[in-house]
């Protein structure tokens, strides 16, 4: 993903969260909701995925 498509979907999604309190939208990836259950991250750029921070550092070992 080029940086500049890359900074159009972070901006709709911070628009869509100032805008409704949720950042999802049509044709953007879920973002998952944080929660008392742990971390969650979006990882953006050449793939869309959604984890939690223990996945990451499991699979970054």
Do not use: K
Request: with cysteine; charged share 15%.
């Amino acid at each position: 993903m080029a940086h500049y498509d890359l900074s159009r979907v972070m901006i709709r999604y911070w628009t869509n969260f100032a805008a409704t309190g949720d950042p999802n939208g049509s044709g953007l990836p879920e973002c998952p909701a944080c929660g008392p259950n742990g971390q969650r991250y979006m990882l953006l750029g050449g793939c869309h995925d959604t984890s939690d921070s223990m996945s990451y550092a499991r699979s970054s070992r």
